[in-house]
């Protein structure tokens, strides 16, 4: 409309606004989060009653009564008999987990011998970390290093031959041990887990009932079941004179069970996606495997990452049922450590076992944060 008044028209956009003082800073969470309903208030008074009761003395038992050198379990005991401490025994003895700390890392591994295991987390640590970063490039010869050429690598360096000292594996034991079996458990069961929720979701009924039968088997036992069958009947099925070391069968086992579970987590993701996605796929004359690799696994896998992981925190944690097969992981080894006559205390026990429950709990929270930076890294479904 020629001649019309359009000065009511704003040609640039006005500068935004700081939120008001009051829906800000630490007293406005506090509001929201802690103070927003009666219920609210009371539950915050009680926890805040509960952490003021346990808290010095955790603290107290941890840090300031702890004791943290010596070379005997005389050195945590105390003088002061009565109060808190009615056996004369001092707060937490970490003189324990320092006397013990190579041990726990390595177990029975020879002492000259270990800058072998630490050479093998110096070049796992290279490797992983630029494989964690989204931006990294090489991403391929990276996977190579890391999945391929690495554990050829490490078996040779941990086990030896080719000029190194021959170090049997049932002398291999704590962190090390737990954390070779998670490595390869997550690293086998994610490929597998893909490769048995397509066959289970296959029009082919061969394929379809095997790999159906193969994760609800695997499923519906126990771990104990799966490390127990692996290390005791394995065996009986190779011919005469042939045997499997117990690391292998450890790793076979946790790898199956692995496997089953991440099948379900994968087809959970692929019933997810919309069927449009298949059918976009197949109109721009798509093979089944081209659809698979480039449109239907990404999202997929994008849709399960927080189930992903939480098999991943389990795996890593259910380590320390290789017990039962006559192994000993971080836990288990820790918990050997007990018997020993020169630490045996009132205080030794717990000690151990916070120690461990820390190191157990440090992967495990951060495997949970890396999971969270990669479900904001790649949530673009909504973004405009």
């Known amino acids: 409309m020629s001649g019309s008044n359009t000065s009511f028209v704003r040609t640039s956009m006005l500068t935004p606004e700081p939120a008001p003082a009051g829906e800000r800073g ?31 003395h955790m603290i107290n038992w941890l840090f300031i009564q702890a004791v943290w050198q010596g070379t005997d379990r005389t050195f945590c005991a105390t003088t002061v008999q009565g109060g808190i401490w009615p056996d004369g025994w001092s707060g937490a003895c970490w003189a324990f987990v320092s ?19 630490t050479l093998v987390g110096i070049l796992f640590v290279a490797l992983l970390v630029p494989m964690l970063i989204p ?35 049932p002398l291999w034991g704590g962190l090390m041990v737990t954390l070779i079996l998670s490595f390869v458990s997550i690293a086998v069961s994610l490929p597998f887990g ?6 289970r979701r296959s029009k082919m009924p061969v394929i379809r009932m095997v790999c159906v039968g193969f994760i609800e088997i695997i499923r519906g036992i126990p771990l104990i079941t799966v490390l127990f069958m692996a290390s005791v009947m394995l065996p ?15 790793l076979v086992g ?8 991440m099948a379900e987590v994968i087809r959970g993701g692929l019933q997810a996606i919309p069927k449009g996605q298949f059918e976009g796929a197949d109109s721009l004359g798509l093979g089944y495997w081209q659809k698979t690799r480039l449109i239907i696994m990404p999202q997929a896998l994008k849709l399960v990452i927080p189930s992903i992981v ?19 992981d971080l836990l ?4 050997l450590n007990f018997s020993d006559a020169n630490w045996a205390s009132a205080v030794t026990p717990l000690t151990g076992l916070i120690f461990a429950g820390f190191v157990f709990w440090l992967f495990c929270f951060g495997m949970s944060r890396y999971s969270n930076f990669i479900e904001r890294h790649l949530d673009t479904g909504h973004k405009r």
Do not use: C, H
């Open 26 to 56: 630490a007293g406005a969470w506090i509001r929201k989060n802690l103070l927003a309903t009666p219920k609210d208030v009371v539950l915050t008074i009680v926890a805040l009653a509960l952490l003021a009761w346990v808290l010095p």
């Open 99 to 117: 006397a013990k700390y190579d041990q726990f890392i390595f177990g029975r591994y020879p002492l000259m011998e270990r800058w072998r295991p």
């Open 135 to 169: 931006k990294a490039p090489r991403k391929g010869l990276n996977a190579i290093l890391l999945f391929l050429v690495l554990p050829v690598l490490s078996f040779w360096l941990l086990y030896g031959g080719f000029g190194l000292e021959i170090v049997e594996t």
């Open 194 to 199: 893909i490769l048995l929720a397509l066959g």
């Open 236 to 250: 009986l099925f190779l011919p005469t004179g042939w045997t499997i070391d117990k690391l292998v069968r450890a």
């Open 254 to 261: 946790m790898s199956i069970f692995t496997s089953a579970y």
């Open 310 to 328: 939480n098999t991943f925190i389990g795996t890593f944690k259910d380590t320390s049922l290789v017990s039962i097969i006559g192994m000993f």
């Open 332 to 335: 288990n080894i820790v918990r």
